[in-house]
């Protein structure tokens, strides 16, 4: 009983910051559509290919069309994928791409990935990549 509190005490004082993209701040649960993965056991790497909804970014551009949108986790010491549903720290979810505001090891950074049907908790590093 007392490690379940304390695990919820450290989640409790989880802190999410959204990361601006080129096209401004992701938001809401449907502005990521997942159109397919890849991961590379070695060097363990992870690439999130999702379409993007600009009209779901701040500032939002309603006349645009959807762009295709990759995200690319390589390094990675850590990742857990859950059903969006499922997640448990939804709750703190700032925007459709968070920093976990928390020390991390050496260069590495903890993102959170939320698209439509899944939420990537991912310790690593990551690039942005615009197609």
Same mark, same amino acid.
């Given at each position: 009983m007392a490690e379940n509190q304390l695990g919820q005490e450290a989640v409790d004082k989880m802190k999410?910051?959204?990361?601006? /993209?080129?096209?401004?701040? $992701?938001? #809401?649960?449907?502005?990521?559509i997942l159109n397919g993965a890849e991961l590379n056991l070695y060097p363990f790497k992870f690439v999130v290919k999702t379409s993007l909804s600009l009209a779901a970014c701040d500032p939002?551009?309603?006349?645009? /069309?959807?762009?295709?949108?990759?995200? $690319?986790? #390589?390094?990675?010491?850590?990742?857990t994928i859950y059903k969006a549903d499922e997640f448990p720290?939804?709750?703190? #979810?700032?925007s459709s791409f968070d920093l976990v505001e928390e020390e991390c090891e050496k260069e590495y950074v903890n993102v959170i990935l939320s698209t439509?049907?899944?939420?990537?908790?991912?310790?690593?590093?990551?690039?942005?990549?615009?197609l």
């Open positions: 999410l910051k959204a990361i601006e /993209t080129k096209h401004g701040v $992701i938001y #809401s649960r449907d502005a990521l939002d551009l309603h006349d645009e /069309t959807d762009i295709d949108i990759e995200f $690319i986790f #390589s390094d990675v010491q850590r990742m720290n939804e709750k703190y #979810s700032v439509y049907d899944h939420v990537f908790d991912i310790l690593g590093k990551y690039e942005v990549k615009y």
